[in-house]
């Protein structure tokens, strides 16, 4: 599965994009973000990309985790939010 990584300074609708390609391609992608502005980026993304995806026929579930990553030798927490696709239910 494809992880995607915001920054706070990533823009919501390029992430979106891609979140929007990877769900009609795979069904599914991880994204992760470190830090409050990196989530609300992340978060934003999210939403514009179920809007990408409805003219498709498709929708999203979100499953947000804690997981923990080890940069430069210091242990950090990131928000993973794992994202699927599934047909639209009428």
């Keep these: 599965m494809e992880t995607l990584r915001v920054s706070g300074k990533s823009r919501p609708n ?13 069904g599914e992608v991880e994204v992760q973000a470190i830090g409050p502005s990196a989530v609300n980026q992340a ?7 179920r809007g990408y ?7 999203l579930s979100v499953k947000p985790t804690f997981v923990k990553l ?4 210091e242990e950090r927490t990131a928000l993973r939010f ?9």
Excluded: W, Y
Aim: a negative charge.
């Design 14 to 26: 390029s992430v979106a994009g891609a979140i929007a390609a990877l769900l009609r391609a795979e």
């Design 43 to 49: 978060v934003k993304a999210i939403a514009i990309a």
């Design 53 to 59: 995806i409805t003219p498709d026929n498709l929708d």
């Design 70 to 73: 080890e940069l430069d030798n």
């Design 82 to 90: 794992t994202v699927k696709s599934h047909p639209l239910s009428s």
